[in-house]
């Protein structure tokens, strides 16, 4: 079993900037893949990005030039640059980690971009 533990969602004004955090514990494999996905009210769960353990990325195209996934290995993390945000944007914003045939998601944390 691994744990996801999420962290760095909030309020944020339009053209403002948040980073999220996501700290994976237990049964960490090497080569997983972690990354975030979102789910806005009343819409399905849709993919942000992703990571590999080796440095490949996978974007949805809307968060492009404006969100940065990054982790780190040795402490089983990976986060989230988000800037430029915008209204829509706004949404529970999972940590998602797959090992092997095993997928495991985080609670969520809410991100809301308002004035």
């Known amino acids: 079993q691994v744990q996801l533990v999420e962290s760095g969602g909030g309020l944020v004004q339009p053209g403002g900037s948040l980073r999220l955090s996501c700290a994976a514990s237990?049964?960490?494999?090497?080569?997983?893949?972690m990354g975030w996905y979102r789910q806005a009210p009343g819409q399905q769960r849709e993919l942000v990005a992703t990571?590999?353990?080796?440095?490949?990325?996978n974007y949805a195209e809307y968060p492009k030039g404006r969100f940065t996934i990054s982790r780190d290995n040795t402490r089983n993390t990976v986060s989230l640059r988000m800037t430029s945000l915008k209204p829509e944007d706004t949404a529970t914003y999972y940590c998602?980690?797959?090992?092997?045939?095993?997928?495991?998601w985080g609670q969520g944390t809410q991100v809301t971009v308002s004035s």
């Open positions: 998602y980690c797959r090992q092997a045939t095993q997928v495991y």
């Open positions: 237990g049964s960490v494999f090497v080569g997983n893949i």
């Open positions: 990571m590999t353990s080796g440095g490949s990325t």
